[in-house]
């Protein structure tokens, strides 16, 4: 029995506005999209498009930018090791380093999956592909993203339990999978934090609920993807069909 969701005809499936066709394509962010697509750079069967929300199907679309024909890349995975003091963005209104500005121009189409914050180092994984990305996040999934965390003080058992069972903070829950204790003194420990979920800023949040400082925070594993040895600033491209992803 073939179900119909409501309010969605078969004729518009797979129909997306053109700036999210040109980002599903890898050849722009949704932003530059736009902006492609308003200076006139962008051709749809062959006549100039300027409206940024014109329904296309790119799969079908013939579409040029520049003069080039738009054809849809291979998916493609590339992990990053973030230094601390950038921002998992393409630009800042406050000028502030990114991961862009250390990244090869080729890689300047793709987008994170999922962000580290600007004083968060470690795993980052970029990809050209929107299922690859979004099969990664979504919470469903419970793909896990495990974390060396430092911070002041001494964890009881008491508050890593109740870290596992999870707190409301901001109306949200946050919850850890998995705490372990690495060491300890009276000054300052370091934990190996596992999550399912990436909410904002969660480990940080996490910890000053109980009133602990959290001062280095790296990711060191993202589902079977591991940093293992690569370098601060360096990039690896990962084998897509070697590990189970959507593509």
């Known amino acids: 029995m073939n179900v119909v969701k409501k309010g969605i005809s078969k004729s518009n499936s797979g129909r997306v506005p053109l700036y999210r066709a040109l980002s599903k394509l890898g050849k722009a962010s949704r932003e530059e999209a736009k902006n492609l697509i308003l ?86 994984l970029l990809t050209n592909s929107s299922k690859i990305s979004h099969f990664l996040t979504d919470p469903l999934n419970q793909i896990p993203r495990t974390y060396i965390v430092q911070i002041r003080g001494t964890l009881k058992d008491e508050e890593i339990e109740k870290m596992k069972k999870g707190i409301i903070d901001q109306e949200q829950k946050l919850c850890f999978h998995q705490v372990k204790l690495l060491k300890f003194s009276k000054k300052e420990s370091q ?25 280095k925070l790296k990711r060191i594993q993202f589902g079977e993807i591991s940093l293992g040895e690569l370098s601060l600033g360096s990039i690896l491209e990962i084998e897509t069909k070697s590990i189970k992803l959507p593509i």
Do not use: C, W
């Not at 800042?92 to 990244?103: K, N, W």
């Not at 934990?191 to 001062?215: D, N, P, Q, S, W």
């Open 39 to 124: 200076s006139g750079q962008v051709k749809v069967h062959g006549t100039i498009e300027l409206n940024p929300n014109r329904m296309i199907n790119p799969d079908r679309a013939h579409i040029e930018i520049s003069g080039m024909k738009a054809l849809k890349e291979e998916p493609r995975l590339v992990l990053f090791h973030k230094p601390v003091g950038y921002l998992t963005t393409k630009r800042d209104p406050e000028g502030r380093p990114t991961i862009y500005d250390l990244l090869p121009e080729n890689l300047y189409s793709f987008h994170p999956v999922g962000r580290l914050d600007q004083n968060t180092s470690g795993l980052l």
């Open 191 to 215: 934990l190996e934090v596992v999550l399912l979920e990436g909410k904002y800023r969660e480990i940080r949040r996490m910890f000053a609920f109980f009133e602990h400082e959290v001062t």
